[in-house]
């Protein structure tokens, strides 16, 4: 069919549902741009020329964006590589690859038969200590009693009581008090002492920081282990939410703001079915001068466990939107050296008119003018 009969045929039909369109855009379907071009000719082209086959589209005003397409990585929201905080020897592993625990969960014993013998000591040298402090608190009352009761005959009964027998009582009593401070003092830093050995003791019990998944488990029973091990004893991640991190090219990284959305994230290795739509949650706030990126995080929400930590992403980012463009599409156009040019379809006739064009999204383009 000719662009003029298409023009014809398109214009007749919209007017035959009341439609008033002055304006439509040719739009080539089968053929490429010199298909189209030979058509112009019209029906009184040479003979044997073959037809183009087009159709006719109306600008339309929709939104549309600029985007970047990026890779980006999921990550877990929290990980840590658990490690014993004593020095000993594995006595028993309670989780494996794949374990989900609890805060608070056990997730190995570890035994340092040294702490018992250490801890026994403490809890002796505090008992010791706390038997010293009585023996100054009864030897405290006593003379505070004593320096008492001479006092007060000494008041009552002028000459019954030496001075310096009352003097001597005040500072026996005086002694005594301090002697009590001082007991008291090595009693509780006996007992600090145990506290810490305890708190030791305790620590033999390796637990989980938070709730979350075992990724790898580094240890077997019998293993010795410690604060500064090489390998940690296992690798626990959390569950839930993950963090999607991905990094764009400076002029670009310019555009984007915390708290925008239209970021989208989906997963090639899924064949794009799995995916989410996303707002940009946190930037760097500085230029890697290696790479001449900005880092950006966004929350991702996996209460599935779909989204794996490491898992590789495909991250489209809206740089530029506008929710009320004119816009064609992208095949509709005929670039030229120094203009973009569409067929226009008016009374029947196909001619080419120059156009300005503004944002393009690879499948619709923005009409600025013409």
Excluded at 178 to 203: D, I, K, Y
Aim: aromatic fraction near 2%; glycine fraction near 8%; charged fraction near 25%.
């Amino acid at each position: 069919m000719s662009y003029a009969n298409a023009c014809r045929l398109e214009e007749a039909r919209h007017a035959g549902q009341g439609a008033m369109v002055t304006k439509l855009i040719v739009l080539c379907a089968l053929v490429g741009l010199n298909g189209c071009n030979r058509a112009t000719a019209g029906e009184g082209g040479q003979a044997g020329a073959k037809a183009a086959v087009v159709g006719l589209v109306k600008p339309l005003r929709k939104s549309i964006s600029r985007q970047i397409t990026v890779a980006g990585s999921v990550l877990a929201w929290q990980k840590a590589a658990v490690r014993s905080r004593v020095s000993g020897y594995v006595a028993e592993v309670k989780v494996d690859l794949g374990s989900r625990v609890k805060k608070g969960d056990v997730l190995a014993l570890v035994t340092v038969p040294e702490l018992d013998a250490e801890l026994s000591a403490a809890r002796a040298l505090a008992e010791a200590e706390q038997a010293r402090s009585d023996g100054a608190d009864s030897v405290g009352r006593l003379a505070s009693k004593r320096f008492s009761r001479l006092h007060k005959l000494s008041k009552h009964y002028p000459g019954a009581v030496a001075a310096d027998r009352v003097d001597s009582a005040e500072t026996h009593r005086v002694r005594s008090r301090s002697a009590q401070r001082t007991a008291a003092a090595h009693r509780q830093a006996r007992l600090a002492e145990v506290q810490r050995v305890e708190t030791l003791h305790g620590l033999q019990q390796v637990k989980a920081p938070f709730d979350g998944v075992v990724t790898s488990r580094n240890i077997d029973v019998g293993d010795l282990v410690g604060p500064t091990s090489q390998s940690p004893m296992v690798t626990l991640v959390s569950a839930g939410k993950k963090r999607l991190r991905f990094a764009l090219p400076e002029a670009e990284a310019l555009q984007v703001v915390v708290g925008q959305t239209g970021l989208n994230v989906s997963v090639p290795a899924t064949g794009a079915k799995q995916s989410q739509r996303l707002q940009v949650s946190r930037a760097a706030g500085e230029v890697d001068v290696t790479t001449r990126t900005v880092t950006f995080e966004a929350d991702l929400q996996d209460q599935a466990g779909q989204w794996l930590p490491g898992l590789y992403t495909k991250v489209v980012v809206d740089l530029v939107r506008k929710n009320d463009a004119l816009t064609l599409p992208a095949k509709a156009l005929v670039p030229g050296k120094t203009t973009s040019r569409v067929w226009l379809c008016e009374g029947g006739k196909a001619r080419l008119a120059a156009i300005q064009i503004g944002m393009d999204d690879g499948a619709v383009i923005e009409v600025l003018s013409g």
